[in-house]
């Protein structure tokens, strides 16, 4: 029973470049959401998907970054033209229904440490 | 105001000693509250779950809700090295978890 994976695990990009990242829920879960996490800080909420639909992506900046949970297939969140300040840890977490729910917390990925140059 | 706040800490704790987690949250709306531990540069692990008034037990682990008071809580029983890590405190509000900045605690061998 596969947890939440994620890839890569590190991607270094320069400043400029498109950095993708990929995440793959947990069987059965239809609900994906990203977070970003800078050092030392808390996880900072960016976007809710569900298949084929973006639910509230109120937490991502307007500019640069989309993200997309297509029919088949891994969710993505894309940074074009990347700057040092989104260095940090992405996490993505799933959930079998909508993440306020009692009996339906998050279960996280192990992250993508984005490190731009 | 923060929706969820916490003291970022660091909290030491001695080995075997009760650790004391604090978290109050702002929207009167969250019905759900939860509780993630985070070792460095590791991902976020639930350690417990709480949506009606009162404590709700697990092991080492009590969460402690308050809505009138707006606040929740997590006690760590005979607490263990292991247990030194970053303490996350989330609630639920319009369908995705808002989370706390985290409480770094260190147990003190």
């Known amino acids: 029973n596969a947890g939440v994976m994620q890839n890569p695990r590190h991607l270094v990009r320069r400043r400029g470049q498109e950095a993708r990242l990929r995440c793959s829920p947990m069987?059965?879960?239809?609900?994906v959401y990203w977070y970003r996490q800078l050092p030392e800080e808390g996880l900072k909420f960016m976007v809710y998907l569900q298949k084929e639909n973006i639910i509230d992506e109120s937490g991502m900046p307007k500019e640069r970054f989309s993200a997309e949970f297509p029919k088949e297939g891994p969710s993505i969140l894309r940074i074009q033209q990347v700057v040092r300040g989104d260095s940090a840890a992405y996490f993505c977490?799933?959930?079998?229904?909508?993440?306020?729910?009692?009996?339906?917390?998050?279960?996280f990925g192990n992250g993508t440490r984005l490190t731009v140059t | 105001q923060k929706e969820v706040e916490q003291n970022s800490g660091p909290l030491s704790v001695p080995e075997g000693a009760i650790a004391s987690l604090n978290c109050t949250y702002s929207?009167?709306?969250?019905?759900?509250f939860f509780w993630y531990r985070q070792y460095s540069g590791k991902s976020p692990e639930l350690i417990m779950s709480i949506y009606s008034n009162g404590d709700k037990e697990d092991g080492r682990f009590t969460a402690q809700l308050n809505k009138a008071s707006q606040y929740v809580s997590l006690l760590i029983r005979d607490s263990q090295p292991s247990d030194s890590a970053t303490y996350l405190c989330?609630?639920?509000?319009?369908?995705?978890?808002?989370f706390g900045t985290g409480t770094r605690l260190t147990i003190i061998p």
């Open positions: 929207d009167r709306g969250s019905q759900s």
């Open positions: 989330a609630g639920s509000q319009m369908k995705k978890l808002t």
């Open positions: 069987k059965g879960h239809s609900h």
């Open positions: 977490a799933s959930s079998p229904i909508a993440g306020d729910s009692g009996n339906s917390p998050l279960h």
